[in-house]
């Protein structure tokens, strides 16, 4: 996605909603590294930021749907109070051209880190879950429920897990951190 062209949309929605809500001019709009969310609304400074990896990995449909979902708050907030994905917020979505859902389907860039339990018992490596930030005190959490995986937690980079389980990488070649 051009980012241009993102500049662009958001100048002309914002422009096409003013002319209902005046109030809407004095919003502005900027762009963030955010990686697990496409948008957010920021009501006490009247703010809404968009993801520039949300914008990187998507559609304009989707962008524009995003852009919509935020400015729903704005409006939804300015004229009922209503925080959140409330009855107002979902009528002025609607009422503005977004989907009136609270989270949307859109692509995410994909986690550098993936966080395993390796068994001391079986050897076995087994993923948890993607993460873009290592934790440096891993070493001191557990699974849920479970005390003695205490020390098993490790991430590994996810391209090397890929190849480890294609049989590319072995076991031992992996190099997991704490």
Known sequence: MMFEEVSY???KIQAE????YSFLESWKITFDSAKKRAGICKINSKEISLSINHIENN??????DT??????HAIAYQLYSDRGHGKYWKSVAREIGAIPKAKGAFNLPNAPW?????????????PISERFR????????FLIGQPET????FFIRHADYKRFK????????LELYQ
Do not use: M, P, W
């Open 150 to 153: 205490k020390g098993e937690l």
């Open 17 to 20: 909603l003013s002319l209902n």
């Open 134 to 141: 290592r934790n440096n005190k891993i070493k001191n959490y």
């Open 114 to 126: 993936l966080l395993v339990h390796a068994c001391s018992k079986t050897s076995q490596i087994n």
């Open 59 to 64: 559609n304009i449909e989707i962008i524009k």
């Open 166 to 173: 294609q049989g590319l990488l072995d076991q031992n070649r």
């Open 67 to 72: 852009i919509l979902h935020e400015f729903a």
């Open 9 to 11: 949309l958001i100048v």
